[in-house]
């Protein structure tokens, strides 16, 4: 069952079956109780799992639609909120205590508290933040802290690995900014809305870590898809796409797709391009559970709406 059934209930109606569980896990000595989800495909059949962080100022369960289109094409989701995100709890649940090798060893303890199946093919994403921990995590082993299990693919929306040095409307995150979607329905608000003021020691640690980030080369030879978004003002977009055409000319394993109208929450953006985002992220979910090199994936939802990296 889930803790908030309602919010289920009403997305049975708008984007169809979301079969999911909410718990917590107790974590740093019981310390920070982080809420997450479990998210059943229709079918009874699960074709992989998928692990993915939100972003700041989100929460796992205002990612829905991007779960059920992952649900519909098989896989069984995981996503849990954020340190100080969410309705997470404890005396730890301050995100300036935490560093970016603190959120991959979350993302692995969540992985590993949910496993069901060892050898089922295990995906990893984020978005914004989310997208900068995936892309750090196919970049170093140190950061990869996911044990007793091989990674198939990883897919980053909007990775922070160049990000504005003032983010948003003038360093507050606001629905306007972040997406085009004029009445977005969210399962809360926007909260901590200003990392200047509500985390200052992370959003220093963000800066570093993008930083990083940037000038790090990917090493794992998983597939990895990057979504880019043309209009954010959150992540670079120029500096996001060099670093991107650059990975891609020392041959990483690496994908972009570039959807020039969209902002920087491309999986909630107006229609048809969230929904083109999407399905697309879907198709190379399954795509990658069966193949291992991304230059054979051809997408079939891109339309006129984004188009791949030259």
């Known amino acids: 069952m889930c803790q908030t059934l309602w919010l289920c209930t009403v997305f049975?109606?708008?984007i169809g079956t979301v079969l999911c569980e909410y718990k917590y896990l107790s974590l740093y000595n019981d310390t920070l109780q982080v809420r997450f989800g479990v998210f059943y495909p229709e079918s009874s059949a699960i074709v992989g799992d998928i692990v993915y962080q939100h972003g700041l100022a989100s929460r796992l369960d205002n990612h829905l639609q991007l779960y059920a289109s992952w649900q519909k094409a098989g896989f069984?989701?995981?996503?849990?909120?954020?340190p100080q995100h969410g309705e997470n709890k404890g005396s730890a649940n301050n995100l300036n205590s935490y560093t970016f090798e603190d959120l991959s060893f979350i993302f692995s303890q969540i992985e590993l508290h949910t496993r069901e199946d060892p050898n089922r093919p295990l995906l990893i994403s984020g978005w914004s933040i989310g997208g900068l921990l995936v892309s750090r995590m196919v970049q170093s082993s140190y950061m990869q802290k996911i044990q007793g299990r091989n990674i198939t693919a990883a897919i980053a929306f909007a990775p922070d690995i160049a990000v504005h040095l003032i983010?948003?409307?003038k360093g507050f995150f606001t629905i306007?900014?972040?997406?085009?979607?004029?009445?977005?329905?969210?399962?809360?608000?926007l909260k901590p809305n200003f990392p200047a003021w509500d985390f200052p020691l992370f959003a220093v640690r963000l800066l570093d870590t993008a930083y990083i980030s940037y000038h790090h080369n990917i090493t794992l030879s998983i597939p990895f898809l990057s979504f880019v978004a043309g209009k954010d003002v959150y992540a670079d977009t120029s500096s996001v796409l060099h670093y991107?055409?650059?990975?891609?000319?020392?041959?990483?394993?690496?994908q972009g797709v570039v959807c020039d109208k969209a902002k920087h929450w491309m999986d909630y953006e107006y229609e048809p391009l969230g929904s083109t985002v999407r399905a697309t992220?879907?198709?190379?979910?399954?795509w990658s559970t069966q193949h291992k090199s991304i230059s054979q994936w051809v997408p079939q939802h891109l339309g006129t709406e984004c188009q791949l990296l030259d």
């Open 12 to 14: 049975l109606v708008l």
């Open 76 to 82: 069984r989701v995981i996503a849990y909120d954020v």
């Open 167 to 169: 983010i948003g409307d």
């Open 176 to 189: 306007p900014t972040l997406t085009s979607f004029k009445d977005p329905k969210l399962a809360g608000p």
């Open 244 to 254: 991107l055409h650059k990975q891609k000319s020392y041959g990483a394993n690496l």
């Open 281 to 286: 992220a879907a198709e190379f979910a399954l």
